[in-house]
């Protein structure tokens, strides 16, 4: 996990709203916004905010496939093979 080095107070934010866009769009590294000296929000770039969407939602189709396998409703590598073959077959 990155370190977050660009923590600002939201009166920076503020202020410097166009300054912060722009260095996100640079060099891609989230800020922390601080309000009464406590984190209050992260402001990410768009392109680093789609890319954890992406992970995230293919994190969840892996943990609903595992959870699949454990109840024992996949099949085997060998019987997919064995699938796809009897399908390549059947189109010839």
């Known amino acids: ?3 977050i080095a660009n923590i600002k107070s939201i009166s920076y934010l503020k202020s410097h ?3 912060i866009s722009e260095e996100l769009e640079m060099n891609g590294n989230p800020f ?6 406590e984190a209050s929000m992260v402001i990410e770039g768009v392109k680093q ?5 992406a992970l995230i939602a293919a994190l969840k189709i892996i943990a609903l496939g595992e959870k699949d396998r454990l109840q024992g409703k996949g099949i085997s590598a060998a ?4 699938q796809l073959l009897a399908a390549r077959q059947n189109r010839k």
């Open 1 to 3: 996990m990155q370190s």
């Open 17 to 19: 709203a166009a300054q």
């Open 32 to 37: 922390v916004i601080t309000q009464n000296g």
């Open 49 to 53: 905010f789609q890319e954890k969407e």
């Open 79 to 82: 019987e997919s093979r064995a």
